[in-house]
């Protein structure tokens, strides 16, 4: 990639010594990235970045250390500690210091755990939000994380807790019945046991799922199924993390807006997956 294009005309806020930035670096494909990633990116020192982040993107970084901060997940907080304290010591030692992160660094991501380390250390901080998975990872697949017909809220969930098990205090009857649409961060490792609790809280087995996995990236890889068949589905198709498992029936917009499939020539399946006419007659 050129590193060199120059960034439209706008007031880029200049990245100080000592100071930590931490961005978002959307869910792969590297267009996802934001401007201010970019600009970032480009006057950094050292960029610690995770396993999520696309090597691609820290091609925008040449001038820059480049240290990998990966963990998977479940793994408990010490290394996270770590993590915390490196980024103080960088900044203290008058480096312009990037932590990048995978999709949005609030998102299921600990960046608010490494932002309030740094501030308890007096460390100066900037947050630039990024394209989290849950959203652009879905759209990339083709399915609108809100749609008028299906939903008026949307809950965003993970699938482990801090100790790598199923979220045990999660209330999955509330969220079952308070949100149509339910997306699933984390959720690989544990989906025979979440298919199960959203079932005995009174989702059908037929409820359209999606597994989207590697979103966005050259091995994105889509698989739709149901609640009841979500888990042998996912053993056939032999799909890997990460992946964004998404509960609801936007799922079955994918039907009309696989646009990644419908640019590779393959036809629409459904014109109107919900049965509700369509949008421009409905107004
Ligand atoms: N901060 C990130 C989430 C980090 S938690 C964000 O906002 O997207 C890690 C989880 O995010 C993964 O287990 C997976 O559920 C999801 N994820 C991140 N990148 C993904 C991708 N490219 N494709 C599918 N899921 C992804």
């Given at each position: 990639m050129d590193s060199t294009i120059p960034l439209p005309g706008h007031d880029w806020p200049v990245m100080q010594p000592g100071w930590v930035w931490l961005c978002g670096a959307g869910p792969g494909d590297p267009g996802l990235l934001t401007l201010h990633a970019l600009n970032a990116l480009r006057q950094a020192d050292v960029v610690i970045y995770d396993a999520l982040v696309q090597e691609a993107i820290l091609d925008w970084a040449p001038q820059a250390t480049l240290i990998y901060a990966g963990k998977r997940g479940g793994k408990p907080s010490a290394k996270q500690r770590d993590i915390s304290l490196r980024l103080v010591d960088l900044a203290r030692s008058g480096k312009r210091v990037l932590r990048l992160k995978g999709g949005d660094p609030f998102v299921f991501g600990r960046g608010g755990e490494e932002a309030q380390t740094l501030v308890q250390h007096g460390v100066p901080i900037r947050i630039i939000p990024g394209i989290?998975?849950?959203?652009g990872?879905?759209?990339?697949?083709?399915?609108?994380?809100?749609?008028?017909d299906v939903n008026?809220?949307?809950t965003f969930v993970t699938g482990h807790d801090q100790s790598g098990n199923t979220p045990g205090n999660l209330d999955w009857t509330s969220i079952s019945k308070g949100s149509q649409v339910i997306v699933i961060y984390m959720g690989m490792k544990h989906i025979a046991q979440i298919s199960v609790h959203l079932v005995a809280a009174g989702r059908s087995l037929h409820e359209p799922v999606a597994v989207v996995a590697t979103a966005t990236t050259q091995d994105q890889q889509v698989?739709?199924?149901t609640l009841g068949r979500i888990v042998d589905d996912i053993a056939a198709a032999n799909l890997e993390p990460p992946a964004i498992i998404c509960v609801g029936q936007s799922v079955l917009m994918r039907q009309v807006l696989d646009w990644q499939g419908m640019a590779a020539g393959v036809p629409a399946r459904n014109l109107d997956p919900l049965g509700r006419g369509?949008?421009?007659e409905s107004a």
């Open positions: 989290s998975a849950g959203i990872g879905l759209a990339y697949a083709g399915i609108p994380v809100t749609h008028r008026q809220s949307v698989l739709e199924t369509r949008a421009a």
